[in-house]
Nanobody, 126 residues
Framework: QVQLVESGGGLVQAGDSLTLSCAASGRTFSSNGMGWFRQAPGKEREYVAAISRSGVSTGYADSVKGRFTISRDNAKNTVYLQMNNLVPDDTAVYYC???????????????????WGQGTQVTVSP
């Protein structure tokens, strides 16, 4: 069992920056790949970014590539999402998720993530 708690969301204006944090406890944090997903009102949950257990490999959705950066600090059991140049379409509840080893499928698929945080709201005004 892994517990994940997101923080850092808030209300910002277009062009602003914001950093989200996800603190993990329970099973060994460093053994899991990690991902960020988001869900806007009336829309399906979508992939945002992913990072390997070592932190060396990262991936991003096309909609955020070049603006967002995912990172992790295994010594602190924390994963981050640095969001720059925010736009109103970034408004959503952002979820942190953990992907255990040996899961099938690509890491951009939500089905491979076994543990999820409660979410943190990000609102970007025009």
């Amino acid at each position: 069992q892994v517990q994940l708690v997101e923080s850092g969301g808030g209300l910002v204006q277009a062009g602003d920056s914001l950093t989200l944090s996800c603190a993990a406890s329970g099973r060994t944090f460093s053994s899991n790949g990690m991902g960020w997903f988001r869900q806007a009102p009336g829309k399906e949950r979508e992939y945002v970014a992913a990072i390997s257990r070592s932190g060396v490999s990262t991936g991003y959705a096309d909609s955020v590539k070049g603006r967002f950066t995912i990172s992790r600090d295994n010594a602190k059991n924390t994963v981050y999402l640095q969001m720059n140049n925010l736009v109103p379409d970034d408004t959503a509840v952002y979820y942190c998720a953990a992907r255990p080893p040996h899961e099938l499928g690509i890491r951009s698929s939500s089905s491979g993530y076994a543990y999820w945080g409660q979410g943190t709201q990000v609102t970007v005004s025009p």
